[in-house]
């Protein structure tokens, strides 16, 4: 009599080459009850029949559809109707998580779109601006808005040296914002018709640079452009170069 197709076996290796899975894979899977394969009596061996290859194509499947452990072991017990249910839920799931990478993509393109001008800006020398951000706060990490700032959004962060305190070189760390903030102590605001110098520069540090400040105060000078009242660093970017930590800046000068 012909042997039934279910009663004939391969070993784990055949198995294996077959599928292309690896045998700590299909072991994880027979560990969490996807695939229950009997032993050979002889040598207490696994062998595998065409049921198990069978259920190894519904695991790969159900994996492909993110269905769950519980929802993967019970799959060919449900009634077709239960099966469409089933199917119909993960379809709402999927075009879920579709929307979800929509706006996460919505989300980068804005930011890329935003940040692009001022990454790809570099002053080689002194510049009369007038900033983009319209008011710094202190960065206060007691402030919950100022958390979520710092934690999730894709603002800007400034270190001002103020013209009170530039000899101590005592800093302040601040928020850069468009709006006036709800919370929190205002470092500076621009105003209409201030204006500033900037320049890019890279250093190794992000410390009050006397000989940067005192270059700016020259610069304003001589072209009659007034005192400089402050200095602010924006950081742009942030690298590695032959052993060194360096800052590129953005670094303005209030004019009065």
Known sequence: MKEEVYTKTITKVKLCKATNLSYPTIRCWMEKGLLTPKRNENNNYYN??????????????????????????????????EFVQLFEKKKEQV????????????YIENY??????????????????????????????????????LALEPIDF??????????????????????????????????????????TVTADNRNYNEELFRSACEYAEKHGY??????????????FEDGKDLFTMDVYFKLS
């Open 112 to 149: 890329c779109d935003m940040t692009a001008e001022y990454f790809n800006t570099d002053y080689a020398d002194f510049t009369i601006v007038t900033p983009r951000f319209k008011h710094i706060v202190e960065a206060d990490i007691y402030i919950d808005e100022h958390i979520r700032l």
């Open 226 to 239: 007034g005192k400089v009242n402050n200095m602010i660093y924006l950081l742009k970017f942030h690298n």
């Open 95 to 106: 075009k879920r998580k579709i929307e979800e990478y929509q706006e996460k993509l919505k």
């Open 158 to 199: 400034a270190i001002l040296f103020d013209g009170d305190n530039m000899s101590d070189e005592t800093a302040s760390s601040g928020i850069l914002l468009h709006e006036k903030p709800k919370k929190g102590k205002i470092l500076t605001t621009v105003n209409k018709g201030d204006r500033y110098l900037v320049k």
């Open 48 to 81: 595998f029949n065409v049921l198990d290859i069978m259920s190894i194509h519904n695991i790969i499947f159900s994996r492909n559809i993110n269905l769950t452990l519980a929802e993967a072991k019970n799959l060919t017990k449900l009634s077709r109707q």
